[in-house]
């Protein structure tokens, strides 16, 4: 083949009115894969709001391609807004000197414009058609990220001024966006009704055990963090500090930050020290169990004079 074909990937998640999901840019990856077996060029076109710095869709030359690859989701004519276009169709109508090729695609009606437009369709799933494997499953393995739970929290309406958790959670939150990393939040709010939450202590236990990192405004975020054996980053919403910091000495455990002068450089700081082996070490000991030995006697005390026992 002339090294001189260049072809452009494309799919729903490179419409501005479309949308990006783990399966359709997997199905992509495949494509590219196959185009770097054929030694072909590519470019893959994205949606400004999924990639704002990369090749969008409506920069991309129709001259400069050969061929058009469609990979993966359904395929149909829809409008996306009355007065949006079909971004199918308008696909068509840009890149129609170009070989237009859908693979991996589902095609709900195959008289539809938005099917018959495509020179070739190589579909997963069709009417009266034998089903194929979704192309994601040939998709190169992604690398692997940490996983990380984020559990704060928006009350503690009790230390009035000194809140700061607004600004906390703006600065923590900005800097995980950046983060290549499987973000999870979490709540430790126990629920028997609602689904999303665990309804149990022992059911929140073991999504935590399963983690990489935590990072928390919360008390028990980082307690039962360290329970679970998993490095905690906290950060007290408080100014001045208050129950985290309190309980971060009790614990003796170094990675809880101040509200104050909270930033991305001390945050990427403790974030290394918690992935660290040395970390994961010292996280790892409070899962044998670091009882409350004074609270604990002082309640017997506590009940033993009460009590008279």
């Known amino acids: ?40 060029a590519y470019d893959v076109a994205w949606s400004p709001g999924f990639r704002p710095g ?43 000197r170009c070989r237009r090729i859908a693979v991996g695609v589902s095609v709900p009606d195959p008289s539809d414009p938005a099917v018959t437009g495509f020179d070739v369709v190589l579909p997963r799933d069709s009417t009266g058609g034998t089903p194929q494997a979704d192309l994601a499953l040939a998709a190169p393995e992604p690398d692997a990220v940490p996983v990380v739970g984020v559990i704060l929290t928006d009350g503690q309406h009790e230390y009035g001024v000194r809140r700061r958790h607004h600004s906390v959670a703006e600065t923590l939150t900005g800097w995980l966006h950046g983060l290549d990393v499987a973000r999870l939040p979490l709540d430790t709010r126990l629920d028997t009704r609602d689904w999303r939450l665990a309804a149990t202590p022992g059911q929140l236990r073991s999504v935590l055990t399963r983690l990489d990192v935590i990072v928390t ?93």
């Open 1 to 40: 083949m002339s090294a001189e074909r260049r072809v452009l990937v494309t799919g729903w998640y490179s419409f501005l009115h479309g949308e990006a999901t783990a399966g359709d840019v997997l199905a992509g990856d495949a494509v590219t894969a196959t185009l770097n077996s054929l030694g072909l």
């Open 217 to 309: 405004t919360r008390l028990h975020g980082l307690v039962l963090g360290l329970q679970a054996g998993v490095p905690v980053l906290a950060v007290d919403p408080v100014d001045g500090g208050a129950k985290v910091t309190a309980q971060g000495r009790a614990l003796d455990w170094p990675a809880v930050l101040p509200a104050d002068g909270l930033s991305d450089g001390a945050l990427a700081q403790w974030w290394r020290w918690c992935l660290s082996p040395h970390g994961r070490l010292r996280a790892g000991g409070y899962r044998t169990g670091h009882a409350p030995d004074d609270l604990t006697k002082g309640l017997i005390d506590a009940l033993r004079v009460s009590l008279r026992l």
């Open 54 to 96: 990369a090749l969008h869709l409506e920069d991309a030359d129709p001259a400069a391609y050969d061929a058009v690859v469609f990979a993966c989701g359904p395929l149909h004519a829809d409008q996306p807004a009355p007065d949006v276009p079909s971004p199918l169709l308008d696909l068509h109508r840009r890149f129609a």
